[in-house]
Every structure is written in structure tokens, then in C-alpha cells.
């Protein structure tokens, strides 16, 4: 199963409007990132925020964990249509076998109107 | 320069061929990782490498075998190709494994499909 799932599924707004994604999971984890993938491309890493933060900004893109909730969100501002991407989330739990390995959830496609 | 690449982008071919996809990457990363990503964009990861030792390997069928000649290196093999393989597969790097959280590179994807 998967250990990130991200919520919306999908999302559509007009540029200048602010997206928010979020992101719950299920184990305890070392940090979480989150990853866009523009279509047909490779993924692209934007924020690590690690358990023992609760909030983290990189211009437009802000990060909130809560690990009491077990889940995370990313807010990106002021939408623009290049914004137009996957957005994943990605756990680093503190059981893995061997360590860095990375858990995605299942994306939320958001896209961007100009 | 392209820090992780793959190739090849495209791969057609039929049921019960064998295949090979290569990465490399000059990023200077001691861990590479091999992902395949669904058609519902679900992305998991198939095997770690760190320092050309395999350190995953996630109950992935033995008709997948990764060789990582040198540090640089990664490359997947695909045995009897079924249609159940078609996907994208994803090479990655990052500088190490470990809890410590490294962010990772990664490679434009191979499109491999089975027909």
C-alpha cells in the first residue's frame, strides 16, 4: 500500500490562486519531500522538511508537517501556468530495511489556467 | 549537463524479449535507485544501489536484474519481458542512503512498452 496519499486527486485553478496539496501517511517517518513532475518528465525534488520541523518556505512553495497527524501539505502561492505539474509526496521512514528509501504516494495532478 | 540520464526515452518491443535500460549519472552520488511508475502515475521504488552494492530490492521478479558496473552506473535488465512490465521506469541518484534525508536526482524516464 501506499505510504503518502496525496488529496486532491486532482485540482484546477486560475493563475494567481493559491494551491494547496496534501499529504497523509501512515509510519513514523525521518523527514518527508515533496516532488513535481512536469508531464512526460522526471521528477523534480522542491522541499525536504524534516520530523522535527513544522513549517518550511522556498519562494512560492510552503510546507507544513504535523506528525501527530501524520500528514503534510504544500501550499504553492500566486499560481502561475507553468505551475501545471504532478506533485508528490514522498516519506524517508525510520523502519526501512536500508535507509533513503524513498515512499511516493499517488500524485495530485494539478493544473493551472492562464 | 544532464546530471542523471537514461536511455533509451522509448522502448517498444514484444512479450518474452529481453531489454536493457542504462543510467548514468556525473553527480558524484555514491546511491543510484531504479523506479517504475505505473499508468495511474504510482511510483515505486525496484532496487538501491549504494557503492555498486545492491542495499534494496523490493520484491521485484528475478527476470529484473540492475548491474552497476561503477558508481556512475546503473543499469536494469529486463528477462522474458511481459505485458505487465509496461510502465515508466525512473533511474535516480542521491549523494547517500540513509535516514539522514537526501534529496534525489532524477533521470527523464524510460517509456517501455509490451506488446
Known amino acids: 500500500s501506499q505510504q503518502g496519499e496525496e488529496d486532491p486527486q486532482a485540482l484546477s485553478i486560475q493563475e494567481g490562486e493559491n494551491a494547496t496539496m496534501n499529504c497523509s501517511y501512515k509510519t513514523s517517518i525521518n523527514n518527508l519531500q515533496w516532488y513535481r513532475q512536469n508531464s512526460g518528465r522526471g521528477l523534480v525534488h522542491l522541499i525536504l522538511i524534516r520530523s522535527n520541523e513544522r513549517e518550511k518556505h522556498s519562494g512560492r512553495l510552503r510546507v507544513t508537517l504535523d506528525t501527530s497527524k501524520k500528514s503534510s501539505s504544500l501550499l504553492i502561492t500566486a499560481s502561475r501556468a507553468a505551475d501545471t505539474a504532478s506533485y508528490f509526496c514522498a516519506t524517508d521512514g525510520l523502519n526501512n530495511n536500508a535507509g533513503n528509501m524513498l515512499t511516493f504516494g499517488g500524485g495530485t495532478r494539478l493544473m493551472v489556467k492562464p | 549537463d544532464t546530471a542523471v540520464s537514461q536511455t533509451p526515452k522509448y522502448l517498444v518491443t514484444q512479450m518474452g524479449n529481453d531489454k536493457s535500460i542504462k543510467c548514468e549519472q556525473n553527480l558524484g552520488h555514491d546511491t543510484m535507485y531504479w523506479y517504475k511508475q505505473d499508468s495511474k502515475k504510482f511510483l515505486k521504488i525496484m532496487f538501491s544501489y549504494n557503492n555498486k552494492e545492491l542495499i534494496i530490492n523490493e520484491t521485484v521478479p528475478n527476470r529484473f536484474s540492475p548491474k552497476s558496473p561503477d558508481k556512475a552506473h546503473l543499469n536494469l535488465h529486463i528477462n522474458s519481458l511481459e505485458l505487465g512490465d509496461s510502465a515508466v521506469y525512473f533511474c535516480?541518484?542521491?549523494?547517500?542512503?540513509?535516514?539522514?534525508?537526501?534529496?534525489?536526482?532524477f533521470g527523464p524516464g524510460t517509456r517501455l512498452t509490451v506488446t
Open positions: 535516480a541518484s542521491s549523494r547517500l542512503p540513509g535516514g539522514a534525508g537526501y534529496e534525489q536526482y
